[in-house]
């Protein structure tokens, strides 16, 4: 999830993750190749939804990211969420140099190369690698920037090049986005258009609100969303 973490973003992607339940989905997805007894290493944590899910399942959590907003909204909300074994870390991928963990969980994040393979190798028991479907959308993502999304045939080719052994499943999740009013909805889309005149974003916004159906309580609206994910469960060769 690469973009900027600020309270704006971290609010929306937090609710439509409790409005549809995503991180608990995802998680139940990463949760066969972990065991009580790990230490599972999130690298590119973000605002840390999944590890606030996988924590109880788990002996611990280390979570990793640069953003110093998302580690402060993981400490803050585990912490109002009783979670007591999640280590919030503020650190660049590249600069992380702990070691000690079972199970490397990389979730959307993370181009496939030697930066991976060091974190894959680092691992007791293996990893869980989370990725966009290769039958995804793979136009921009918002904020205006290009930023890169990492598909699964990537994903797929670099571990069998590198030699792990791996499986592979996909699945359709809801990740659809609520909004309490119009209002809210409008702010959304500008928020996250690609336009970089503000004029533009507002006319933008306004266009795609055709987009929006009604919404269970207690939202008035939700722009529809699905994410098809590929999940790669890669064993540690000891």
């Known amino acids: 999830m690469l973009f900027e973490w600020n309270d704006e973003t971290i609010g929306y992607y937090s609710r439509a993750a409790e409005y549809t339940g995503y991180f608990r989905e995802l998680a139940a997805l990463a949760a066969p190749a972990l065991s009580r007894s790990d230490a599972v290493l999130d690298v590119g944590c973000g605002a840390g939804l999944i590890d606030m899910e ?9 979570a990793v990211d640069h953003s110093e907003k998302a580690i402060e909204y993981l400490r803050a909300e585990s912490a109002r969420r009783g ?38 190798d680092g691992a007791r028991r293996g990893a869980v690698i989370m990725t966009h479907a290769d039958d995804t959308d793979k136009s921009r993502s918002a ?21 792990y052994g791996f499986e592979e499943r996909v699945a359709t999740l809801d990740f659809s986005q609520p909004f309490t009013s119009e209002g809210d909805a409008l702010k959304f889309f500008e ?48």
């Open 54 to 62: 996988l924590a109880r399942s788990v002996r611990s959590v280390t």
């Open 83 to 120: 979670i007591k074994n999640i280590s919030p870390v503020l650190c660049g991928a590249d600069e992380y140099g702990g070691a000690g963990y079972d199970i490397l969980l990389l979730c959307f994040f993370g181009d496939p190369g030697e930066g991976m393979k060091r974190l894959i």
């Open 143 to 163: 904020l205006g920037r290009d930023i890169k999304k990492v598909f699964a045939s990537e994903v797929r080719a670099f571990l069998g090049a590198a030699g």
């Open 191 to 238: 928020l996250y258009s690609l336009e970089s005149d503000a004029a533009a974003r507002r006319e933008a916004a306004k266009r795609r609100m055709a987009e929006l159906v009604p919404a269970s309580a207690p939202y008035a609206l939700m722009l529809p969303k699905e994410r098809r994910t590929s999940v790669f469960t890669v064993v540690a060769d000891r």
